[in-house]
């Protein structure tokens, strides 16, 4: 046996030399795939490289510095829910303002059982002088964190950068981010996004409100209409019937089978 393998041995190897030098014999061409359907392709993309940030997912826990200490974003938000926010830079004047009516809010949101936080693109010594401007303009106090993200880490973990304007970058050539806001719930679950240009101020109105609209629709299982606001008439889910609406909220208003208001208070 011994003898066999070794002349079988030599002459395979010598037929692997061979054709691994000889120029005249070339590697064979995979034909190519039909494309797949855009769709298809997406579907077929692993889960882990598929867009993360989606209503419903958990919203990406970090440790960060901040003018209140050091974080976890998780521990942070505990048993309450949380609004992220964050800021193109410090000492930019249309968040100045916005910091400043945030902080004039802080009861309305305590009352609400949300932690607010907010990151700007500087570090911290430039957090602090800038809260300090923020509080003369508009007489207030603020009392919530403000991250320090001078490497955009946090902004790039959560998407807060605007594709179309990556020419608004800082000394370091690093983009600047854009006016996002991230909800989340006490199950550290993102519940609701906005995405606003550098150029546009957010509206403290709609943050509240539509916090409103997420937790009565928790506690009560209903959803809400186009402007609604806290007291006002609600609309009951389609996934429950008529018969069973009127035991559960008592009074409720049928504009067509599909279309139900009833009322469960503020």
């Not at 014999?25 to 039909?34: A, M, V």
């Not at 882990?48 to 050091?70: C, N, V």
Request: aromatic content about 8%.
């Amino acid at each position: 046996m011994s003898l066999i393998m070794t002349s079988i041995i030599p002459k395979t190897a010598s037929r692997v030399l061979t054709r691994s030098f000889n120029p005249s014999i070339r590697p064979r061409t995979i034909p190519s795939r039909p494309s797949t359907p855009l769709f298809r392709r997406y579907l077929a993309t692993p889960a882990a490289e598929q867009p993360h940030l989606r209503l419903g997912s958990i919203a990406p826990d970090f440790t960060a510095k901040t003018t209140q200490g050091d974080i976890n974003f998780h521990e942070f938000i505990g048993d309450k829910w949380a609004i992220l926010f964050s800021h193109p830079a410090d000492f930019t004047p249309v968040c100045t303002t916005e910091l400043g009516a945030f902080a004039k809010l802080r009861d309305e949101f305590e009352k609400r059982n949300v932690k607010m936080i907010g990151l700007s693109a500087n570090d911290l010594s430039s957090h602090d002088r800038w809260i300090q401007d923020i509080n003369e303009i508009s007489q207030t106090n603020l009392q919530f964190p403000i991250i320090a993200d001078a490497d955009r880490n946090i902004a790039f973990l959560y998407d807060m950068v605007d594709q179309q304007d990556l020419t608004n970058i800082d000394q370091k050539g690093i983009a600047f981010t854009i006016r996002s806001v991230f909800i989340i719930d006490p199950n550290k679950k993102i519940r609701l996004t906005m995405m606003y240009p550098a150029s546009t101020g957010r509206n403290t109105a709609e943050v509240l409100r539509v916090i409103d609209s997420l937790q009565t629709g928790d506690k009560k299982g209903i959803t809400t209409p186009i402007d609604w606001n806290a007291g006002e008439d609600v609309i009951v889910p389609p996934t429950v019937s008529t018969p069973d609406a009127k035991k559960k909220f008592g009074d409720v208003r049928e504009i067509k089978p599909y279309l139900r208001f009833t009322n469960v208070g503020k």
